[in-house]
């Protein structure tokens, strides 16, 4: 039977879950580089298996992410999370996903941009007492062009 500390323990690891994955987002959407590639460990793993991309380590998935975001306006959601805590320094996660990036228009005023929805895949690891995104895998039910809006 768990005791009251494992109770609260748990407890709070979710919350720090929560608030890793609410600054994947906020990071992500503000382009900062810095806080974006912290909440990775260090050899972190970035799938998305629609575009055949795997990237591998923090700089890289903060690099390439935030770079194919350049002049875009984006805005990334995670909902409904389901996470479970594996281990002392271990946890998995589900997170339903809703996107929507525009860039600039052409110059024919087309719009150019997606919104989707799916779901992250997260594996977490705890290191020096902060919960990072070890692995990561985004599996999109659907995607649409913002130019068929």
């Known amino acids: 039977m768990p005791t009251t500390d494992d109770i609260v323990r748990e407890l709070m690891d979710r919350e720090q879950l929560k608030e890793l994955r609410a600054k994947y987002f906020r990071c992500l959407d503000l382009r900062d580089h810095e806080g974006f590639r912290s909440v990775f460990t260090e050899d972190a793993v970035l799938e998305v298996p629609e575009v055949d991309l795997i990237l591998r380590g923090h700089e890289e ?51 150019i941009g997606i919104t989707g929805v799916g779901h992250y895949h997260d594996e977490y690891l705890k290191q020096d007492g902060q919960w990072r995104i070890a692995k990561v895998r985004l599996v999109r039910i659907r995607v649409q062009s913002l130019s068929d809006l």
């Not at 805590?85 to 589900?94: L, R």
């Open 61 to 111: 998935i903060a690099d390439k992410v935030l770079a194919s975001l350049t002049g875009a306006v984006s805005a990334h959601h995670g909902h409904t999370h389901e996470l479970a805590i594996t281990g002392p320094d271990t946890a998995t996660g589900i997170w339903a996903m809703q996107d929507i990036v525009e860039w600039p228009p052409t110059a024919s005023g087309e719009r």
